[in-house]
């Protein structure tokens, strides 16, 4: 099978590691260490914080701790597992869905599962995003069931010939409320890398619909948001929505490659009150340089908060800083602009510095 471009990419930030043979199979160690500088302008507002509105400069920064192992037959088959907890610089995990923990096994390029909390393929590739500014809105980018959400989650992958690969995720939501399945299918070449997929729901419990975090990611506004706690207003049937995405690289040159994405939502699941979201982008990476932009919109038919945001972001890496391989730093910068209804309009602008090693 063909590797994937959108695999490749992802690697080359993965860890270095130390490896070892073991009677029982293989263990890679590593840690990934991560710490940002940034400073934003006008953040605090379009980002709804409840503090001021100021030009901000914060810090974050983080490890994370890479315990892998897997044992692999003669014949192929094979099972692994990944550990990957963090530890932050305030001195705890403050994003708990941000570590990895998966059991999986399979044939080596054949089929394998995989169970825990991990992400799935992504179907909006965001390229070199070292820094860009969101305004909290729900723009649909089928990420909402990748993974990592702290969810019973189990994906099976399957590959079908040299080029196309087929993957199947399922998870559950809303205490066992909703499930939902994320099927989509890669092609990969030696210059093209896609994945086209859907997010549907295959089981909703309506009567239980009301207020349940599912309502947060497949709504177009807070008004349809508050909806969600009133169960008067849920239709009868709580599988009214489905979402779709693709996202593809092409590349040109072993210098440039460039990227586009495209996320679709319908959800039908308020009485007269029809939701969608719709976002495109396209990106650009040039040797050590990325560009991208991404635009979205949030609709309802009973709502005049409807939503249009529009970002811009890019980012430089300096790879192999004094000569040390894994250590790279980066510079970001990314311009957000959102619009509610027909009059409220804001912007946003900031930067970031990233320093990066992989031990």
């Known amino acids: 099978m063909t590797p994937s471009i959108l695999a490749l990419l992802f690697a080359s930030t993965a860890h270095a590691g130390a490896v070892y043979e073991t009677p029982i199979g293989t263990i890679n160690l590593g840690v990934d260490a991560e710490f940002d500088f940034s400073n934003e302008s006008n953040v605090n507002k379009i980002e709804q914080r409840t503090d001021n509105d100021a030009k901000v400069f914060n810090s974050g920064g983080r490890l994370k701790f890479l315990f892998d192992g897997q044992r692999t037959l003669e014949n192929g088959h094979f099972v692994g597992f990944n550990l990957h907890p963090i530890w932050r610089q305030n001195g705890n995990d403050n994003n708990g869905n941000a570590h990895e923990i998966t059991l999986q096994f399979g044939v080596v390029n054949d089929w394998s599962i995989k169970a825990g909390h991990f992400e799935a393929t992504t179907l909006s590739y965001q390229g070199q995003d070292t820094y860009f500014v969101t305004a909290n809105s729900t723009v649909y980018r089928a990420k909402q069931f990748r993974g990592r959400t702290g969810y019973p989650q189990i994906t099976f992958t399957k590959t079908l010939n040299d080029n196309f690969g087929f993957e199947l995720t399922a998870q559950s939501r809303d205490d066992g409320s909703t499930m939902v399945a994320r099927p989509l299918v890669t092609y990969d070449t030696d210059t093209v890398s896609m994945a086209f997929g859907f997010e549907i ?21 807070d008004n349809v948001k508050d909806d969600f706690n009133d169960s008067s207003k849920v239709v009868d049937d709580g599988n009214a929505w489905f979402g779709s995405a693709v996202t593809g690289i092409y590349k040109v040159t072993n210098d440039l490659a460039l990227n586009a994405r495209m996320g679709y939502l319908s959800d039908k699941r308020i009485n007269d009150n029809e939701a969608t979201s719709f976002s495109m982008g396209v990106g650009a990476q040039y040797q050590n340089f990325y560009i991208a932009t991404l635009y979205g919109a949030r609709n309802a038919d009973k709502n005049a908060n409807d939503t249009e945001e529009l970002r811009i972001y890019t980012s430089y890496k300096f790879p192999s800083v004094l000569d040390l391989e894994n250590f790279d730093i980066y510079l970001g910068a990314g311009y957000t602009q959102t619009k509610i209804g027909d009059n409220s309009k804001e912007s946003a602008i900031g930067g970031r510095v990233r320093l990066k090693y992989h031990f």
């Open 201 to 221: 729901p295959v089981a909703t419990d309506s009567s239980d619909i009301a207020g349940k975090d599912v309502a947060s990611f497949i709504t177009a506004n």
